[in-house]
């Protein structure tokens, strides 16, 4: 997995060299690599929406929020789990943490 690759490189590098000012974009990369991963994550949670498989979207959208939860998609996550609440397409349970 390359995204956890990236997190344990970061934190060795952290401990190698916390002063270093390569450290903050570092930082910076790991976190646009979170955000292209959520993303991803977010298309296939859409693509089973437009297949009207709401309960399976929300499995994503819950994925998202977990694993990415400072990530601008978690944003959109929450507002499309509280849509389809709200729209009575899944249960509360289903969006809950």
């Known amino acids: 997995d390359l995204l956890s690759l990236a997190q344990v490189h970061l934190r060795k590098f952290l401990q190698e060299f916390p002063t270093d000012e390569r450290l903050i974009e570092a930082e910076v990369l790991l976190h646009e690599m979170k955000e292209v991963f959520a993303r991803g994550l977010y298309t296939t949670g859409q693509f089973y929406e437009k297949k009207k498989a709401y309960g399976s979207a929300a499995v994503y959208y819950k ?13 959109a996550c929450q507002r499309e789990l509280a849509r389809l609440q709200q729209g009575g397409l899944i249960s509360p349970q289903v969006g809950a943490g």
Request: hydrophobic fraction near 55%; glycine fraction near 0%; charged fraction near 15%.
């Open 63 to 75: 994925a998202i929020l977990a694993e990415f939860p400072s990530t601008k998609t978690a944003a």
